[in-house]
């Protein structure tokens, strides 16, 4: 029998939530473990073996797999048959293609979505400490300035340029997702739920803010990302990723 995946995420990560509706939508059965951001660095350098810091992570029980494209690729290699991922290649090289260009928007949202909530200290420390025991939770507090002034630096937020282009990638993909389901279609490759569909509202959920997700759907969250979300909610892409959300997001069966 196959050993139980773990699956390693932030709670707020739009890159985990990708990976952990792959599994939920492919009836995998996994334990999540989530992470605390900051406090993840060793665990994730030492799990992933490539030098990456990121979350997500998938421990298969014989080694571990960084990275959700990744994750998407080995789970089609070892949980088949895998229906997220068409076997007909074209749809398949299609599918990829647009998880890849999703995968490039979540950088750019990540960026937005920080621009407006980093300087509300308390609110980016509860949803940090989601899943942090109190000794984490007070080493975060101590550490939020530091880890603040690293992030400020890392995402570029005092470069108002560089907010001006993740804003601009971020509408640029709304635009382009709108102009492919404008015929009414209600997913991106086929005529059922793929990896593209779920790549591209799990990427785009930070601002949107479906229902359907435990840590975006919170009043705290919204209040921080409000200016953000107010702005595109009548965007018809945003429509799509509520949608897609309500209609294909089921309660995760995992262990
Ligand atoms: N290409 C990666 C990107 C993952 C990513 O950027 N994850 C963020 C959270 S959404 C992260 O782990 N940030 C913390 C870090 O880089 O140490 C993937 O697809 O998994």
């Known amino acids: 029998m ?3 995946l773990k699956l390693h995420t932030f709670s707020l990560s739009h890159f985990s939530e990708k990976a952990r509706w792959l599994l939920d939508a492919a ?6 473990e989530p992470w605390v951001p900051f406090l993840h660095i060793v665990k994730a350098l030492r799990k992933g073996g490539r030098g990456a810091t990121t979350v997500p992570v998938l421990d298969t029980g014989k080694g571990c797999v960084q990275d959700s494209t990744r994750i998407l690729l080995w789970l089609e290699q070892h949980r088949a048959p895998f229906a997220l991922l068409p076997t007909e290649p074209a749809l398949r090289e299609e599918v990829l293609a647009i998880e890849d260009r999703f995968d490039r928007v979540g950088s ?3 960026r937005y979505a920080y621009s407006v909530v980093l300087d509300k200290p308390q609110g980016v420390i509860a949803l940090w400490t989601i899943d942090a025991t109190p000794l984490q939770a007070r080493i ?6 530091l880890m603040q002034r690293i992030l400020r630096k890392k995402f570029k ?4 340029a560089a907010v001006a ?3 601009q990638r971020f509408g640029e993909a709304l635009d382009w997702l709108a102009a492919q389901v404008k015929d009414g ?3 991106l490759v086929g005529d059922c739920l793929s990896a593209a569909d779920i790549t591209a509202a799990a990427l785009l959920a930070p601002i949107v803010c479906p229902d359907q997700h435990p840590v975006y759907c919170r009043a705290d969250y919204r209040a921080g990302v409000a200016s953000l979300r107010d702005k595109w909610s009548g965007h018809p892409a945003t429509a799509w990723v ?4 309500r209609t294909h997001r089921h309660p995760s069966q995992n262990l």
Do not use: K, M, N, S
Not at 27 to 32: D, F, K, L, M, S
Not at 140 to 145: A, E, I, Q, S
């Open 27 to 32: 009836g995998i059965a996994y334990v999540e």
């Open 108 to 110: 750019y949202v990540i």
């Open 242 to 245: 509520r949608d897609t959300y």
């Open 140 to 145: 975060v507090r101590l550490g939020f300035p």
């Open 165 to 167: 282009t993740a804003e």
């Open 2 to 4: 196959a050993a139980t």
């Open 157 to 160: 937020l005092d470069q108002p």
């Open 185 to 187: 279609r209600q997913y």
